[in-house]
T-cell receptor
């Protein structure tokens, strides 16, 4: 079993839809949770960062962490064609390496 | 700041040939990471350096892979001899602190390697 599981998709939605992206994990020591966005032929770039449990909002993006269920989510409101990319969850334990999910390919259709 | 710079962007080679990938990290970053990305396995950490010293190479798949960091502004990842299963996108990333403390990673644009 992988430490981090993420549905690779692809996921296709119409413009304006609410998008939900999810990851599950098995290591209870993970404390730092991140979402990276990767456009085609580019390297990943950090989109959201959360420490421990709770929610964090940044514009149209909301990151949620539920440590009791070992489950993290990224919500995108009013999705735009420019949001079309691959979204990778990533997490780490204190002093540990960053472990990435497989990535979910998202396509937002105009 | 130019960001993390990788070269070449694309590399096509024949099986058995030596391949060298290059990376210039962001100035002032003490940590440098080499990742490999494939459809099947996603993004995998191969090796990382701290202050030019290799710290963890447990992700390097075989002895055919080697990495060096002769100074703070340059690193190489070498595959010798290359095999078709090495075909992937190789990313270099740098950060100012170990990622286990929530530090942000800055990635280069990657090298698309095709071994025929």
């Amino acid at each position: 079993q992988k430490e981090v599981e993420q549905d690779p998709g692809p996921l296709s939605v119409p413009e304006g839809a609410i998008v939900s992206l999810n990851c599950t994990y098995s290591n209870s020591a993970f404390q730092y949770f991140m979402w990276y966005r990767q456009y085609s032929r580019k390297g990943p770039e950090l989109l959201m960062y959360t420490y421990s449990s709770g929610n964090k909002e940044d514009g149209r993006f909301t990151a949620q962490v539920d440590k009791s269920s070992k489950y993290i989510s990224l919500f995108i409101r009013d999705s735009q064609p420019s949001d079309s990319a691959t979204y990778l969850c990533a997490m780490s334990a204190p002093g540990g390496k960053l472990i990435f999910g497989q990535g979910t390919e998202l396509s937002v259709k105009p | 700041d130019a960001g993390v710079i990788q070269s070449p962007r694309h590399e096509v080679t024949e099986m058995g040939q030596e391949v060298t990938l290059r990376c210039k990290p962001i100035s002032g970053h003490d940590y440098l990471f080499w990742y490999r990305q494939t459809m099947m396995r996603g993004l995998e950490l191969l090796i990382y350096f701290n202050n030019n010293v290799p710290i963890d190479d447990s992700g390097m798949p075989e002895d055919r892979f080697s990495a060096k960091m002769p100074n703070a502004s340059f690193s190489t990842l070498k595959i010798q001899p290359s095999e078709p299963r090495d075909s992937a996108v190789y990313f270099c990333a740098s950060s100012s602190q170990l990622t286990g403390f929530g530090e942000k990673l800055f990635f280069g644009s990657g090298t698309q390697l095709s071994v025929l």
